[in-house]
């Protein structure tokens, strides 16, 4: 897909930047993809705009971090075309409502350990991550 729209609309088509690990988020439940999230590494053009492209979104996990790779880098991200995902997925970022109830759902004890975890707190989810952990039942 990046090829095709590289040749379009005469974009260069980067493919230094990679995905390091292997998340196998294939078939797997909403807590074993928030659990293993994707990370990546190459050169990054600073100041440069990027579009990204996968071919299924099902939590957004995967364009969120390379989305946070580019930026953490000095580059600017303008879209992510996706082939097909789910329909919950549409919208890729969290809102500040989510963010609110999530913490009054799940205290601070869920969040202190994901930013430990991950390097950051709720207001990094995507919409589908934090709708999952709203879903999700307190212990």
């Given at each position: 897909m990046a090829e095709y729209l590289g040749r379009k609309l005469r974009w260069r088509v980067e493919t230094s930047i990679v995905q390091t690990n292997v998340v196998g988020h294939t078939g797997a439940d909403g807590f074993s993809r928030l659990a293993r999230q994707a990370e990546f590494d190459g050169i990054v053009s600073k100041d440069t705009s990027y579009v990204l492209v996968d071919d299924f979104i099902g939590q957004g996990g995967t364009l969120a971090n390379l989305r946070g790779f580019l930026i953490h880098n000095?580059?600017?991200?303008l879209g992510g075309p996706?082939?097909?995902?789910?329909?919950?997925s549409a919208i890729l970022s969290s809102n500040e409502q989510?963010?609110?109830?999530?913490?009054?759902?799940?205290?601070?004890e869920l969040e202190t350990w994901w930013i430990s975890r991950f390097g950051f707190g709720y207001d990094c989810l995507t919409h589908s991550e934090a709708r999952y952990l709203l879903n999700t039942p307190t212990t």
């Open positions: 000095g580059a600017r991200v996706v082939l097909t995902g789910k329909t919950y989510q963010t609110i109830h999530l913490r009054e759902k799940h205290g601070s």
